[in-house]
């Protein structure tokens, strides 16, 4: 079986480990591995609200456990 390493879960790799994952990873003809700094992701086009304080950036985020 393939082993697939995506460095970095951000708008880029979250995106690609889930399109991977529901192509490949389901049917067993590859294995899909998503490494990040952190255990979660934020798009980042929030992170003005965040600064204003109108957004709370620990519900927003998307824990990688989950979207796994
Ligand atoms: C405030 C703000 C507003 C924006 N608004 C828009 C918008 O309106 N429209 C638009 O199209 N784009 C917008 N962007 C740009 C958009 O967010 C980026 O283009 C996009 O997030 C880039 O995606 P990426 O996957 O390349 O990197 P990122 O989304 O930055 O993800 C990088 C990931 O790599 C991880 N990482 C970094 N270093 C390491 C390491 N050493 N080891 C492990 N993991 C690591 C990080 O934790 C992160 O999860 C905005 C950006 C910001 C900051």
């Known amino acids: 079986m393939h082993e697939i ?10 995106e690609l480990a889930t399109r ?10 590859a294995n899909i591995t998503l490494i990040d700094a952190s255990p979660s992701h934020l798009w980042k086009p ?5 600064a204003a304080g109108s957004l709370d950036s620990y519900a927003e985020r998307l824990e990688y456990l989950a979207q796994g």
């Open 46 to 50: 929030l992170l003005y609200e965040v």
């Open 20 to 29: 991977l994952g529901d192509r490949l990873g389901r049917k067993k003809r």
């Open 5 to 14: 390493v995506i460095v970095g879960g951000g708008a880029g790799g979250l």
